[in-house]
């Protein structure tokens, strides 16, 4: 079984240019995740997808930040204009999505580094 | 903040010890799930526990979880070199899958 996968894996930009992410989850994973991770901390969560459907995006700066999931598979994560606060690994990670979610170990990508300069 | 929080922050044990990590959180949760991230790599699940779980082995791992204190304990028995990672406890609640990560434990297995 093919893991999420994510590109680029590293990305490296001035500041106020605009970058995007990319995610392809694992084939039928219903929800989709975007992390920040700055380095020397845990993830924070960006944005949750159900299916297409935004589920929480209360962290995700959104006079920056985007995202979308077209047709519930494939997401990417814009950042426009970037700051310097932004370099961090984005990581992507995807879980089956039942209702009952007792069972729904999240799935991670590689990660994006990005550095903002 | 649910977010959960890893003690201690790092350790560092010889090989062949037991390394033990906790974690606490604040609201009720569906499951608890732990995490190991090597440097500059992608995270790696390792063992979920359900609220009304108190105790899960997975080879070397054990997992408690006591819903009365909010806290979690990861034991790692016989560590290895190779056990040398970041821990993280994710909290996840009963709405769509929401999950909060703590910010690690820092652990060093010295050969």
């Known amino acids: 079984e093919a893991g999420v996968a994510q590109s680029p894996r590293y990305k490296i930009i001035e500041k106020r240019q605009s970058v995007a992410f990319w995610c392809n989850p694992i084939?039928?994973?219903?929800?989709l995740y975007w992390y920040q991770q700055i380095l020397g901390q845990g993830p924070k969560l960006l944005i949750q997808f159900q299916n297409n459907g935004v589920v929480d995006d209360s962290q995700l700066p959104k006079d920056r930040f985007s995202a979308e999931r077209l047709k519930g598979v494939d997401s990417t994560l814009k950042i426009q204009p970037a700051k310097l606060e932004d370099s961090a690994v984005y990581l992507c990670?995807?879980?089956?999505?039942?209702?009952?979610?007792?069972?729904?170990?999240?799935?991670f990508g590689p990660g994006t580094r990005l550095t903002v300069l | 903040s649910q977010q959960g929080e890893e003690d201690p922050q790092a350790l560092s044990i010889q090989e062949g010890e037991n390394a033990t990590m906790n974690c606490s959180y604040k609201t009720s949760i569906n499951n608890l799930q732990w995490y190991r991230q090597n440097s500059g790599r992608g995270l790696v699940h390792l063992i979920l526990i359900r609220s009304n779980e108190r105790e899960k082995h997975s080879g070397r791992l054990r997992v408690t979880l006591d819903t009365s204190k909010k806290s979690s304990s990861l034991l790692i028995t016989a560590s290895r070199a190779a056990d040398t990672a970041s821990y993280f406890c994710a909290t996840a609640l009963y709405n769509f899958n929401k999950f909060y990560f703590g910010s690690g434990t820092k652990l060093n297995v010295k050969p």
């Open positions: 084939s039928g994973h219903a929800t």
């Open positions: 990670a995807s879980s089956l999505g039942l209702a009952d979610n007792s069972y729904n170990e999240q799935f």
